[in-house]
């Protein structure tokens, strides 16, 4: 042993960056990334892996799922100077969503988009809000139709009108019928009107890709 480490200690130190180089090629011609050879090596202690979940294991595209409609809210054209002949909505789902995608479309959230977009599939006509302010992260407010509606985060909106985040009848839907989705809760005049359910959908095969790497 002595006689091997005084001949040849040269293989035995390069033994361990070559093992390190020729997975890290290997990685790279099968798609797979690494930073380098410590980042390989600490995979061996890695017992959690965190990852965006949008647009990574979801296809990005969120669409509506659900509406829970509190109360119906006063027509269109009632008040406020703003009139859509022959196109206010008569069912309260679709008068939830006409305001909240009304306020929403001055929005450049991927969750605004979403709603937008599910109320021009349902042909509700939007009327243009008489006033707008976003606070990233948590609300978008505006004026439609000389109503207040603010949509967001359940803590936001607690604040907005005083009362619990999630009444139980909001949190009992939830948990009924869209366990997994995204809720948006909305607010107008400073009562709770509703929640409206997100959700993305999984990217094909992403399934399988998570049982490996759980493996």
Known sequence: MTLLVVASPC?????IPITMVSAV??????????????ALDALARVRAVAMDKTGTITVGHPELVGILA??????????GGVVIADSEPTSTEDQLLMRVAAVESFSEHHLASALVRAAVARGL????????AAFPGKVVEGRVAGT?????????TEERV??????????DWLRSTHP???PVFVAVDGEH???LALADHPRPGVRDTLALLRR
């Open 193 to 195: 009107a509703g929640v």
């Open 11 to 15: 293989a035995l130190v390069i033994s």
């Open 25 to 38: 090629a290997n990685g790279a011609r099968n798609g797979v990334l690494f930073k380098g050879g410590a």
């Open 70 to 79: 509190l109360t119906a809210p006063v027509p269109v054209g009632a008040e």
């Open 180 to 182: 997994s989705a995204t």
């Open 148 to 156: 207040r509606v603010s949509v967001g985060r359940g803590d936001w």
């Open 125 to 132: 006509e939007l009327p243009l809000p008489e006033e707008f």
């Open 162 to 171: 005083g009362g619990a985040p999630t009444p139980e009848e909001e949190a």
